[in-house]
């Protein structure tokens, strides 16, 4: 007997075919199914999609030839996917515009495609054998209830448990800085685990790297109870077979709680009950490569899917869930059932927030005097202060005052940053270094200077301003800088945070990868030095993370409810009365949130109006120009193909913000709908026109549904 299957394999990006081939077998397969087989001189992974109900039309060859069906070369020993994880893959696929074949085989552990069928039996074998004893693990009642009842839980912690108990979501758990919302998501998982002996529960985190605590306290309520095995982890930062184990273990059902970023969404877990997406307005939740999809939309897609329940948490949720969470008679969607812990755990109050008019103070001031007093104050009681900045390196430009040279990158439309450090220019976007030339490269003169300036310059500039000042034990002041640049080696992030939480920094300067997340016990001053920047982007969601990134940089002061009262937020700007800042001193997210919200329905833009972004990539900006203008003037023929075109907008194609990068040319183009799908649809069919527009000079193109930055 032999049977006929539909097989996806890797396909690259933009394939027509959809990556899904016909190969034969004399075997019965189950859909789902791993298998290899051969393509041309290769032999590939492929997965079992749908087998066909009779033998497929023959095909023939450019030169007339029937083409013969190959039959595949084994059936991997692995139990097959679900048909869940299937629709998920394809769902992906079909909503982001990119081939069933790449997106299917990005979703799996990239060592899965090198191996063959006796090297799998070989690592199911040992992997089963490491997990045994797990699967006589405790599972003794009275240790669990006490594993679970360990902390006595806050009203607002009790009400929300109690509805994800009960209801069935999607919930938005809208919880400030420090009210316990990691507890309620352990508290889920736990129940979850305990309803079901087979449940299985994703948490994910935006990146693993800066929360370290939450998978040791996932680990620390889960293992006792479940065993060592029952928690994995899955991140882009892990080997290829510590993602393949990590895999395997969540699709064979041994892992019960999968920890991961973005990539763990596409996880396969045979019984999924709960998801969890920890800080859910975090951008990196969007793929920036391949499908652009994004893994906290594809959770509550999956959610709906698998009848899973699904909490998105965060003190800043993204305007979108916001919305969504919102009830229908205050202009919401009602989608998300919202659920709020407004108050700190030990009853922490969030900190007094203090602008700065730096019109106010001369010209070229870094620190302002009434800051520098606050956090000299700080130290002398033996307190921290975090202060963000968001430019690493010394001055983002370095300047001929003579000629007005400036250090642009030869191959970029930006500017080479000056580190002063290791004494370089780089380029933060093609990473092109060279020494600092000793005069201008232009005119010779020896007298170049620096303008504005990043994290060294005040790590410098604060040392020099404080250097006067004492600890409580007579030592001096201590400043660590956390950026890229310092945390480039393996775990050297860890290492400069355990400085900070061990109270051997006194000071701690950084880019905005310190404002988010950390638990930091004994800070009890933030402040931004210098954030207007965003009030004036031409995005539509920079204020939206403006505010969202203050408001979590404030929630790192005062979470000892001890030092609550007197915990301050600091903002230098030249816009004290800028709505945004109004709010921020109010801590008044919701009143933010409905303001922006207002303006963009005026605008039709996300939530109430739907956007893809096309990106071109080419030789020259004419190129990447020509071929999006090529790209929407066929779009016009598709008028009758596509249901509701009438409401597809096509703007003109523009240079992108940083228009080159390493020598290539950058372009876009907006397309806009008010209907999701009318805009699908369009996409859809305009596919094939992207794939048949041809431009000379182009290098790529890709398509960004629900982009984030514009
Ligand atoms: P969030 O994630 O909302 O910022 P966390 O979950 O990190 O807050 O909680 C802040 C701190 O409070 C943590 O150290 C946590 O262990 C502690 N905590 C949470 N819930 C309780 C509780 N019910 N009683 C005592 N401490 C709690
Ligand atoms: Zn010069
Ligand atoms: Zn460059």
Not at 156 to 178: D, H, K, R, V
Not at 408 to 422: G, L, M, N, T
Request: proline share 5%.
């Amino acid at each position: 007997m032999i049977y006929w299957y539909s097989i996806v394999v890797q396909t690259p990006a933009h394939s027509p075919l959809a990556g899904l081939l016909t190969y034969q077998s004399e075997q019965l397969l189950q859909v789902g199914s791993f298998v290899r087989v051969p393509l041309g001189s290769r032999e590939l992974l492929g997965v079992v999609w749908h087998q066909l109900d009779s033998p497929p039309e023959p095909m023939l060859s450019k030169q007339g030839k029937e083409i013969e069906v190959k039959a595949i070369t084994a059936c991997l020993g692995i139990q097959a996917v679900s048909s869940a994880w299937l629709k998920l893959v394809s769902f992906t696929a079909h909503y982001y515009q990119r081939s069933l074949g790449e997106v299917a085989l990005a979703a799996l552990p990239p060592q899965l495609r090198t191996l063959d069928a006796l090297q799998v039996e070989r690592r199911l074998k040992r992997q089963t054998e490491r997990t045994k004893p797990a699967a006589t693990a405790i599972q003794n009642t009275e240790l669990s209830e006490n594993a679970i009842d360990n902390i006595a839980l806050q009203a607002e912690q009790t009400l929300a448990t109690a509805q994800i108990s009960t209801e069935s979501g999607p919930f938005l758990l809208f919880g400030a800085t420090g009210s316990g919302k990691t507890e309620v998501y352990l508290r889920a998982a736990l129940e979850a685990l305990q309803r079901d002996p087979a449940a299985q529960v994703l948490m994910m985190v935006p990146e693993i790297n800066l929360t370290p605590q939450l998978e040791d306290r996932v680990r620390e309520r889960i293992c006792p109870l479940y065993g060592d095995a029952a928690v994995v982890s899955l991140h882009s930062g892990m080997t290829n077979p510590q993602r393949l184990k990590s895999w395997l273990a969540a699709h064979m059902g041994t892992a019960r709680v999968v920890l991961g970023t973005r990539m763990a969404i596409f996880a396969s877990m045979p019984n999924l009950k709960l998801i969890v997406v920890d800080e859910e307005h975090d951008p990196s939740y969007k793929s920036q490569e391949g499908a652009r999809y994004s893994a906290r939309d594809l959770a509550v897609y999956r959610g709906k899917l698998e009848h899973a329940k699904v909490i998105l948490g965060s003190a800043t949720p993204s305007f979108e869930s916001w919305h969504h969470s919102s009830a229908a008679s205050d202009g919401g969607a009602g989608r998300y059932m919202r659920l709020t812990m407004a108050e700190r755990i030990g009853g922490g109050v969030l900190p007094k927030v203090i602008t700065v008019n730096m019109e106010h103070q001369p010209k070229k001031t870094v620190i302002s005097p009434p800051l520098l007093n606050a956090i000299a104050e700080r130290i002398a009681r033996g307190e921290q202060a975090m202060l963000f900045l968001n430019r690493r390196g010394f001055a983002p430009v370095l300047h001929c005052g003579d000629c007005g040279w400036k250090s642009e990158c030869p191959h970029c439309s930006a500017y080479r940053v000056f580190h002063k450090i290791d004494r370089t220019l780089r380029c933060h976007h093609c990473g092109f270094t060279q020494r600092v030339p000793r005069a201008c490269p232009a005119c010779g003169n020896l007298d170049i200077t620096t303008i504005g300036r990043g994290t060294e310059q005040l790590e410098e500039q604060l040392a020099d301003l404080l250097s006067h000042v004492k600890r409580p034990d007579g030592a001096p002041v201590r400043i660590s800088r956390i950026d890229a640049d310092t945390t480039k080696l393996k775990g050297a992030l860890q290492q400069q945070l355990a400085e900070v939480h061990s109270g051997e920094v006194d000071v701690l300067v950084g880019t905005q990868m310190i404002a988010k997340g950390h638990d930091f016990r004994n800070i009890t001053l933030v402040a931004a030095i210098n954030p207007d920047g965003a009030l004036f982007s031409s995005d539509f969601r920079a204020p939206e993370r403006l505010f969202s990134l203050l408001m979590q940089a404030a929630g790192r002061a005062g979470r000892e409810a001890s030092q609550g009262a007197a915990s301050e937020m600091w903002v230098q700007t030249h816009h004290p009365q800028h709505p945004l800042y109004l709010a921020l001193k109010k801590h008044d997210y919701s009143g933010f949130a409905a303001q922006q919200l207002k303006e963009r329905e005026m605008a039709a833009m996300s939530p109430f109006g739907y956007s893809a972004l096309v990106r071109a990539e080419a030789r020259t900006q004419e190129a990447a120009q020509a071929f999006l203008t090529a790209a929407s003037e066929s779009a016009a023929d598709l008028a009758d193909a596509v249901p509701g075109f009438e409401h597809i907008t096509l703007y003109p194609a523009v240079p992108m913000t940083i228009q080159r990068i390493a020598n290539v040319e950058r372009a876009q183009m907006l397309v806009e709908s008010h209907s999701r799908k009318a805009l699908q649809q369009f996409l859809s069919q305009w596919q094939g026109v992207l794939q048949a527009t041809k431009q000379k000079g182009m290098i790529r193109w890709a398509v960004d549904v629900d982009p984030l930055a514009i």
